[in-house]
């Protein structure tokens, strides 16, 4: 007989025990420096560049180092960040922005419009709503030291907002770098320096509040507002073991830690030290990403087959078993969105529908191509939907395979082209906000443009031309009919595949307070931990 864990967990709460799971970590002294944080992340860096990667937390370690032009206020809300002061011209094409005073980059130069100028062509050679922009662009340049210029050629109402979407501002050489390679420079302007003499790839990352850091007089608000670093240094610990990590977090060996288990939360509700809270109320859409370039699923009838084959209840089953927790997902853009809707969901059906898939393989002509899943080892949640993706589409006759790796390896294959047989793939699993599926600008995972777009390359140009009229629209009902349609197109397209919606707490001692809760990444500021 085999014991779950979740059975372990069950058993030692009925009998009143405390959980004990031993910890690589006890021979060290629980950190008892009140001005040092502590956190364990879901996943290692795998890079240092938000411009080359989407992943959240080399967006967090941005988000920490660098700064950005504007920010989302908790409202979501374009509120200026770098930028003092700005102005629209009558015609609504020249956009002016003059940078706040006291901005210096931590070897100790000042920020300057030649920087931000090359951060925005950068950034745009990749990023969906830099792309857009630039398309609409015809010229950005610098102005003065200070001031820098964006030219329209015909009025767009969302630039501040396209603005907001990973845009980090680095040294106008650290920009120079071609956007398909990476930054490892490490040095921004923003509240918090890498330590590189504490960096150990694998084992953790220090940061330490840069002194000279001039925030916002605004109150803090989501990204937005004052940047106020009230402890000295945060330390990313990389613990792959959760219950590992559960423990050290019960022994005050770390402060944080990110997505533990759902099958911990009752251990973490019963120790009167430890706290769950949700940061994205909006929950995280857990997603399937199909590879289009690469046989059986630069067939469409192939894709379409795992659409309808996917039972939502069992994916969320094995990733957040407490229903109170998760819900079923059907829009394209998400489930709690003002443009989520219920076009083209006709192939939604409880419990999934494999001899639809079935009938849909044999039009796509499958022959029996090995079918390459990553499976991230590190990532619980994501490594268990993908055992039962596997076994999924084995029961409808697909050859599948797993790749196990941890989240780093996975975020390298997954940029492999090729074909499975040289180290390329066909399905992934990942997820966002369910917040960000509601931005077709901004989030990546809705382009449908193909080898310029993100992992999967889907291609798409009757949808591109809809997403491309999104920014055009000022009014929430005309970007709802653009939805609808939108909707259409992707469903039937088929590159996407939703597994569920979870809304998943972080798990933090009582005595670290002032996590800043917004969709998607964590903010270093403002927390402090008691007696700081």
């Known amino acids: ?65 660098y700064d950005t032009l504007f920010s989302l206020d908790s409202k979501f809300m374009p509120q200026p960040q770098m930028v003092g002061n700005w102005h629209l011209s009558d015609d609504k094409k020249t956009y002016t922005f003059e940078l706040r005073d006291g901005l210096s980059w931590h070897d100790g130069t000042p920020v300057t419009a030649v920087d931000c100028v090359a951060s925005i062509r950068r950034w745009g050679e990749v990023k969906p709503g830099g792309q857009l922009l630039m398309a609409r662009a015809s010229d950005i340049s610098k102005k003065d030291e200070k001031t820098f210029t964006i030219v329209l ?157 996917v039972n939502q209840d069992a994916y969320l089953s094995v990733i957040s078993p407490d229903p109170k927790y998760s819900s079923n997902v059907t829009s394209f853009f998400g489930a709690g969105n003002p443009v989520s809707n219920d076009e083209n969901t006709g192939w939604y059906k409880k419990g999934g529908d494999p001899e639809k898939a079935k009938q849909l393989l044999k039009e796509a002509g499958y022959a029996g191509e090995k079918v390459v899943i990553l499976q991230p080892t590190d990532w619980a949640e994501a490594s268990n939907a993908s055992q039962l993706l596997a076994a999924e589409l084995r029961k409808i006759g697909v050859h599948a395979e797993l790749a196990a790796s941890d989240w780093g390896g996975l975020v390298a294959r997954r940029a492999n082209k090729g074909p499975v047989d040289e180290g390329g793939w066909s399905l992934f699993i990942s997820s966002e906000s369910d917040y960000s599926r509601g931005d077709p600008v901004g989030a990546a995972t809705l382009a449908m443009n193909g080898e310029k777009g993100w992992y999967g390359w889907p291609n798409s140009d009757e949808y591109e031309a809809l997403r491309s009229k999104w920014a055009e629209v000022e009014t929430l009902e005309e970007r709802k009919a653009l ?45 402090q931990k008691a007696g700081s």
């Open 1 to 65: 007989m085999t014991i779950s864990r979740r059975e372990i967990l069950k058993t030692g709460l009925a009998a009143g025990t405390a959980l004990s799971i031993p910890s690589v970590l006890r021979a060290q002294t629980a950190p008892t420096d009140v001005r040092t944080v502590h956190m364990v992340r879901g996943g290692g860096l795998s890079s240092f560049d938000p411009v080359v990667t989407t992943d959240s937390a080399v967006l967090d370690h941005a988000l920490a180092i």
């Open 153 to 309: 050629k015909e009025p767009m109402g969302l630039v501040p907002t396209i603005l907001t979407q990973y845009l980090y501002v680095m040294r106008e050489k650290d920009a120079a770098t071609p956007a398909t390679e990476a930054v490892t420079a490490n040095i921004g302007s923003g509240p918090f320096k890498f330590n590189h003499a504490l960096a150990k790839p694998g084992a953790s990352f220090a940061y330490d509040r840069n002194e000279k850091y001039v925030p916002r007089s605004e109150p803090s608000d989501g990204f937005a507002g004052a940047k106020i670093v009230k402890v000295d240094r945060v330390i990313w610990d990389n613990i792959g073991d959760q219950q590992t990590a559960l423990a050290a977090l019960q022994a005050g060996e770390i402060d944080y830690l990110e997505g533990p288990p759902a099958d911990f939360y009752p251990v973490i509700e019963n120790d009167p030290s430890l706290e769950l809270q949700v940061l994205d109320q909006s929950g995280q859409d857990y997603f399937l990403r199909i590879n289009f370039l690469q046989p059986p699923f630069d067939n469409v009838k192939a894709r379409q087959a795992v659409l309808h084959m």
């Open 483 to 527: 939805a609808r349609k939108m909707q259409q197109v992707a469903w039937d397209l088929a590159g996407t595949v939703l597994l569920g919606r979870v809304v998943t707490p972080i798990a933090r001692r009582k005595t670290l307070t002032g996590v800043i809760g917004m969709p998607e990444l964590v903010p270093m500021w403002n927390m």
